[in-house]
């Protein structure tokens, strides 16, 4: 067993999670944890050749793995439509009266808001649901 390579592999491993903190990109975890397979693969007593195949096969297929199961996975809507990024899509608003343009001003969490109605047909003063921000207009629909 050579712990020199071991603590080589185990510093890139390091250098590798640290570098994805920095910049969130998930890919390079699979690839530590390629380098932590080649760490104990030195551990074990593998000659430097078959470490490196070992972390790279591993780093590699889990890298391969993830953007499989990424690939599977529907598209986010876009940040204007996306709950995760703004938090008042879904949520229901009061329209008192609409304009001829489909426009309206409403009060919403204490302040004046400008809505643009989405559906189709014509707007009646009502219920409706927040589908979207357009710049600093809400989108609605039933």
């Known amino acids: 067993m050579d712990v020199n390579?071991?603590?080589g592999?185990?510093?890139?491993c390091g250098v590798l999670v640290a570098a994805e903190l920095a910049t969130g990109t998930f890919f390079l975890l699979m690839l530590a944890l390629g380098a932590a397979a080649a760490a104990l693969g030195a551990h074990v007593g593998l000659g430097f050749?078959?470490?490196l195949v070992l972390g790279a096969a591993v780093g590699g297929g889990a890298v391969l793995a993830w953007h499989f199961k990424r690939g599977r996975e529907p598209a986010p809507p876009p940040a204007s439509a996306n709950r995760d990024v703004n938090l008042d899509i879904g949520e229901r608003v009061h329209v008192e009266?609409?304009?001829a343009d489909g426009t309206a001003r409403i009060t919403y969490r204490g302040a004046s808001w400008s809505v643009r109605y989405q559906g189709s047909g014509v707007p009646a003063a009502g219920e409706y649901v927040i589908r979207g921000v357009d710049g600093n207009k809400l989108l609605l629909d039933r």
């Open 97 to 99: 009266r609409w304009n």
């Open 9 to 12: 592999w185990w510093i890139v």
């Open 49 to 51: 050749n078959a470490q």
């Open 5 to 7: 390579e071991a603590i």
